[in-house]
């Protein structure tokens, strides 16, 4: 199985942004890909195939038609931690095993999958299970992405020391949004994060202002996430 985890710091912080970004430059690399947000929670329904937006944006990245039970086997309608809308709603809570066994057969169908969590690394699953547990069971390395408001140092760090306690590989570091102007501490963010974690691979992205910006984006994560040249 080959694939890659998106984490990140907070709800908002653009999980879903970077994983479509990267299924578009690997589609574009000719590499077939699938996608998956193995849980998810919303008030209601996005569309008739989709519950989540999220699967369905990823669905969409990848020009993908599997079923919304293998992209996203686990739906709740209230907007909050899976363990707590399970609970709210009256249903079972979501088996990470389950899970695992679609993904795997979703990685059958697909050279490489791009997986999606919710929200940030604790989230509750299960009574006693966070999203840390489901990506220590798929084994991918995880990309933790971030932002470069203030509170971001503590919020990043706590993440990577998460992943670094359950032995979860982190693959890079991207900190999302970008201001055009950043001041003296952000610009600083990324050989901070470098020197505490000896994560390589720490990536800026710019807030998107147009079209043109998203092709940018598209290049840097194609160049220096990737590494295709
Ligand atoms: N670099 C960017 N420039 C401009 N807008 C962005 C950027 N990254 C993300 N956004 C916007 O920020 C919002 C949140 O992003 P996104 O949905 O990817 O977050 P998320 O972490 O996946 O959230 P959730 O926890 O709901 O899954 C979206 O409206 C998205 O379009
Ligand atoms: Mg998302």
């Known amino acids: 199985m080959?694939?890659?985890?998106?984490?990140?710091?907070?709800?908002?912080?653009?999980?879903?942004?970077?994983?479509?970004?990267?299924?578009r430059v690997l589609k574009e690399y000719g590499v077939d890909v699938g996608v998956m947000k193995p849980f998810a929670t919303s008030r209601r329904r996005y569309s008739a195939t989709f519950g989540s937006e999220d699967a369905w944006r990823l669905a969409r990245a990848a020009k993908v038609d599997d079923p919304e039970d293998l992209i996203n086997p686990y739906f709740y309608q209230i907007g909050t931690a899976p363990y707590l809308?399970?609970?709210?709603?009256?249903?079972?809570?979501?088996?990470?095993?389950?899970?695992?066994?679609?993904?795997?057969?979703?990685?059958?169908?697909?050279?490489?999958?791009?997986?999606?969590?919710?929200?940030?690394?604790?989230?509750?699953?299960?009574?006693?299970?966070?999203?840390?547990?489901?990506?220590?069971?798929?084994?991918?390395?995880?990309?933790i992405v971030t932002s470069p408001r203030l509170g971001t140092i503590n919020h990043t760090l706590l993440t990577f020391q998460a992943c670094l306690n359950k032995r979860i590989r982190?693959?890079?570091?991207?900190?999302?949004?970008?201001?055009?102007?950043?001041?003296?501490?952000?610009?600083?963010?990324?050989?901070?994060?470098?020197?505490?974690?000896?994560?390589?691979?720490?990536i800026e992205i710019p807030r998107i202002q147009n079209d043109h910006t998203l092709r940018n984006i598209e290049n840097l994560i194609a160049r220096d996430l990737l590494d295709f040249d």
Not at 14 to 23: Q, R, S
Not at 109 to 116: G, I, R, Y
């Open 170 to 202: 982190v693959y890079a570091i991207i900190i999302n949004q970008k201001p055009e102007n950043t001041s003296k501490a952000q610009a600083r963010l990324p050989s901070l994060f470098s020197a505490l974690t000896g994560i390589k691979k720490i």
């Open 85 to 143: 809308a399970a609970t709210m709603c009256g249903k079972p809570t979501p088996n990470l095993g389950f899970a695992v066994k679609k993904l795997r057969k979703l990685s059958r169908q697909h050279e490489f999958l791009v997986v999606e969590g919710i929200g940030g690394i604790m989230v509750p699953i299960s009574r006693r299970e966070t999203i840390l547990d489901f990506i220590k069971m798929v084994g991918f390395p995880t990309i």
């Open 2 to 23: 080959k694939g890659i985890f998106i984490t990140g710091t907070d709800t908002n912080i653009g999980k879903t942004f970077v994983a479509c970004t990267i299924t």
